[in-house]
């Protein structure tokens, strides 16, 4: 008998599972509503209600952190647990908040919003002015990245009557006056890029239709989008920034005023830009000559915007990088740039301030220099800054502590502490480094008991793209169901990520993105080769660019893993451009419309690789209807062909949680207990008993 194993390399176009593509088709909800049912009623039940209850119970305490940011004179906070499913947004001050129970002014209910109008509701974002009682309130439907607009009063606590509204659509706002917004939209005839984001920037008036918005900026629909920022440091009339996303990684920025964009600030397009006031701070992915001078890439530089504008090209360095030391973000605060660096994975942070007379810089100190620190500023609004920052410091094991670096003052203040959610006694914490399959050397976290025993239930994961840095947080989820029943985690950094820079992010993406597989391959195979576990014993989980990844140990690597749970994931490499967001990401992966760069996509395409008569470890593809922006029908697709094929292959689509893995903690943790049952069973470690 014949396997139908379409579509294929070859034939990468003859897929007979496009019907999947429909999200809301007849018939793919058939399949969906099939698949869960088949997929519950073998990893649901009891055991799967008690887990789920207690991850939800976990997230749901009320002795949380609760995150927040400051807004003229009040703290801000979205909170959700048990009784605020969908989320309550609520304010208080910093004398109130530095209180072991801080007392909260509620400002908008989120649930009984929902309720009132029987919409899926959830406030995705707030946006607000400067010295102004108004808001801008982005409510999505289910958790989708589409948001519909509508004006919020500060004061009464209430929806504007007839103020600012936009129906459901990917984009944004920023406020330029009391009375109009600058409006960066995918909605309305015209206004979307081919990645379904803001190709105009709009000067919407109070009292206007949107239609009547003037366009100020525009770009074309092949671009990825164009955003823009108002600097309220600056006078009336006030800057604005014009930017247009010509790629992922690759950008184009003008300044101007109401009128549109007046002057282009003449630098490479493969930057990072922040601007604070008369100042600039870049840096550039590539080496770049200037000035006589010649820069390596992820350099950081400071200038006088000013002096910019005049022709000048003598930048200050403010960070010069080396093989493992890379800076990953920075940001101004009350007139000093804040660089966050990774030195061997290992956290630093230096402050460097400019002034008339040039640039200082120095430590902040009073921080750990191992695990995670994430530090960020308190305010909201760059031009409300007095400087005062926040941090966020946490491991494996020790649950996060939120800290205040009050300007001034020498030594961080703790605020608050997260509790302790599961048993942390005989763990341990290890960093160790697999050598891939060209030689180069990938760190990894290893998380477990101090003891090997050649047999450990092992929890892999990893992300390996878009230059993101993957840090060894402490995660309550995996911590009460795998590490406190006896297992152990490793979580990876693949090239492809940002945590050594460009070169690090270049060496793992376009043709490159295979050696991002290849590391994630080499450290399941440096866990045998030390004496940890052994194959059929490691379950490996990837999100979204993590599916690929996942996908291909499935395809590739199938011998070293026992288990693998793929969620919400990118899969199907031929048509992802032509999927939601997917042609934004074209800078990550390359066109599959050209031939040339179709040669290297169809080799980690496992939804064409995947062929009959492989042993394929067990896979469970879970993804969300609400996704919109990875669109589900990858998932569906590789779901059916596998099972077409005769593999074991299970998949799992709830109807609400946009890019993630629910709307609220509940669905959250189902999602996530889902995953675990799964993957237990078949490394056969059921309720963590070998």
């Known amino acids: 008998m014949t396997v139908d194993d379409r579509p294929t390399p070859s034939a990468p176009d003859d897929d007979p599972w496009l019907w999947l593509e429909e999200i809301e088709g007849k018939q793919a909800l058939d399949f969906v509503e099939r698949q869960n049912s088949l997929t519950l009623a073998a990893f649901g039940g009891a055991a799967f209600a008690r887990d789920r ?20 004179d009040d703290l801000h906070n979205l909170w959700k647990d048990a009784t605020n499913p969908r989320g309550l947004w609520r304010r208080t001050t910093l004398a109130e908040f530095r209180k072991a129970s801080p007392a909260w002014e509620t400002m908008l209910d989120i649930d009984q919003l929902a309720a009132k109008e029987g919409e899926d509701w959830l406030l995705s974002s707030i946006v607000t002015m400067p010295g102004s009682s108004r808001a801008i309130l982005s409510l999505s439907r289910g958790g989708s990245d589409a948001v519909t607009l509508r004006e919020f009063d500060l004061v009464t606590k209430s ?7 936009l129906p459901e659509a990917k984009g944004g706002v920023d406020w330029l006056d009391q009375d109009t917004l600058l409006l960066s939209s995918a909605h309305g005839e015209g206004m979307a890029t081919s990645s379904g984001y803001a ?97 390596k890439a992820d350099t950081v530089l400071g200038i006088s915007l000013s002096d910019f504008l005049a022709g000048r090209r003598q930048f200050t360095v403010l960070f010069e990088p080396a093989p493992r030391r890379a800076v990953q973000g920075f940001f101004w605060a009350a007139g000093r740039l804040v660089l966050s660096i990774l030195d061997e994975l290992k956290p630093q942070f230096e402050i460097c301030t400019p002034s008339a007379a040039g640039w200082s810089s120095a430590t902040l100190g009073g921080l750990p220099q191992i695990g995670v620190v994430d530090i960020w500023p ?29 300007r001034g003052v020498a030594s961080p203040t703790v605020l608050k502490q997260a509790p302790k959610t599961f048993t942390a006694d005989g763990l341990v914490v290890t960093q160790h480094e697999a050598i891939s399959i060209d030689g180069e050397r990938i760190p990894y976290v290893q998380t477990g008991p101090a003891k090997e025993t050649g047999d450990a239930p092992v929890y892999m994961s990893a992300y390996g793209g ?87 140990m499935l395809v590739r690597y199938p011998e070293r893993f026992g288990a693998l749970f793929c969620t919400i994931p990118l899969i199907d490499m031929r048509r992802y451009t032509k999927l939601l967001a997917g042609a934004s990401w074209v800078a990550e992966y390359g066109d599959p419309d050209k031939p040339d760069e179709w040669e290297w996509l169809k080799t980690y395409s496992a939804y064409h690789t995947a ?80």
């Open 378 to 406: 308190l305010d909201r609004h760059p031009s409300e800054s007095n400087g005062d920052l926040l941090a966020n410091v946490q491991d494996p094991l020790t649950p996060p502590s939120l800290l205040l670096i009050e």
């Open 611 to 690: 062929k009959p008569g492989q042993p394929y470890p067990p896979i469970l593809v879970a993804t969300t209807r609400r996704d919109d922006r990875v669109h589900p029908g990858h998932a569906r697709k590789m779901a059916a062909k596998l099972q077409a094929m005769g593999y074991e292959a299970w998949f799992y689509e709830p109807a609400a949680g946009g890019h993630g893995y629910g709307k609220d903690n509940k669905e959250r943790a189902g999602f996530e207990v889902l995953g675990f049952r799964f993957l237990q069973e078949k490394i056969g470690w059921r309720d963590g008993e070998a």
């Open 199 to 295: 190709r105009t920037v709009r000067l919407w008036r109070r009292g206007q239709s949107v239609e009547q918005a003037a366009v100020l900026f525009e770009t074309s629909a092949i671009d990825m989008a164009v955003y823009c920022h108002v600097d309220h440091m600056t006078a009336n009339p006030r800057r604005i920034w014009f930017g247009r996303l010509l790629d992922f990684f690759n950008i184009s920025v003008s300044i101007g005023d109401r009128t549109g964009p007046v002057s282009k600030i003449e630098l490479p397009t493969n930057i990072e830009l922040q601007a604070h006031g008369d100042w600039l701070a870049i840096k550039p992915r590539e080496d770049w000559s200037v000035a006589g001078q010649m820069h």
């Open 53 to 72: 209850d207690i991850l939800a119970a976990i997230y749901d305490r009320k002795d949380n952190i609760p995150y927040v940011s400051r807004r003229g």
């Open 466 to 552: 878009f230059a993101v840095a993957v840090k060894p947080y402490y995660n309550a989820s995996l911590g009460k169901l795998w590490l406190e029943c006896g297992g152990t985690t490793v979580q990876a950094n693949l090239r492809g990520g940002g945590e050594f820079g460009t070169r690090w992010h270049d060496a793992g993406r376009l043709a490159g993105k295979k050696l991002s597989h290849d590391d994630f391959a080499a450290v399941a195979a440096d866990l045998v080769r030390r004496g940890v576990t052994r194959a059929k014993r490691i379950a490996a989980q990837g999100g979204s660019n993590g599916g690929i990844l996942i996908t291909n």
């Open 159 to 165: 929806f504007v009557a007839d103020g600012f509204t």
